[in-house]
């Protein structure tokens, strides 16, 4: 039997160069099928541009034509300028407190207090020179408002004075009553005895320290140590008296009048004493 001879046709080798072509053929008709990316169309809208400037432009107009409408007193439309004007913060300080001075007019009349603080919180925050005019400040309706307004601001811009240090005797007069204020009797009533002794400088001081004494020692049942320290209230301030609420105590009330009466049967006492004479001289 005759080997087999491969022709041309046949052999592997020989056909890849065919099919290679073939691929090739594909591709370029796939390629060409392909849709082409589309040109811009120069029949459709641009999208505008708008600068700040023409930002700024439109906020002083809106600013300008809020301030008619509220001269108008078309409020609504105002509210609505005034607000579009002030939208992109484009315009000036001393526009933008105009723009929301006038806004707080319009709350004002309109009966929005909170809204009308609000805007002239923020006009004096962002210009510190705003100020109404004499005829504006005196406007019935915005006027107390606005100075409410102005002095808070003021208050909070003002830093807090140091507290001043306490004395000795003063510290121990506040260390006495708050231990009187958290039911320490005892306690308070011996810091308070401390206080006096230490010097307290104010008449003031020394009544509270003494007035709190008595307290004290009425309300441990010390009834006679009690009027004697409700006694020595009116050699500070001899005009001195508990206030109602204080008067009325049932803990001591009867003790400090027994005191108050004492203190002026003494002083009446010392009145009716003969002057002494004075010493002859030679």
Known sequence: MKPRIPTRFSHPLLLAPRFAGVAAALLLALTACAPAPKAPDPSAPSVPT?????LRERAVQNLALGQRQYEAGTFDDALKSLNEALTHGVLSREDQAQARKLLAFVHCVSNREDACRS???KALEINSRFDLTPAEAGHPIWGPI???VRAQLASAATPAPAPKALSKSEQLLADGMAKYDAGEFDAAHKILQNALKEGLDKPA???KAIKH???CLCLAEKWGQCRTEFMKLFDVDPNFDLTPAEAGHP???RTYAGAKQRWKDA???KDKQPAKAAPATK
């Not at 708008?50 to 023409?54: C, D, S």
């Open 213 to 215: 004494s008595a307290f």
């Open 119 to 121: 805007e002239f919180r």
């Open 205 to 207: 001081d020394q009544l």
């Open 251 to 253: 803990s001591w009330t």
């Open 50 to 54: 708008v600068t700040e400037a023409q």
């Open 267 to 269: 002083q009446a006492a």
């Open 146 to 148: 606005y100075r409410n």
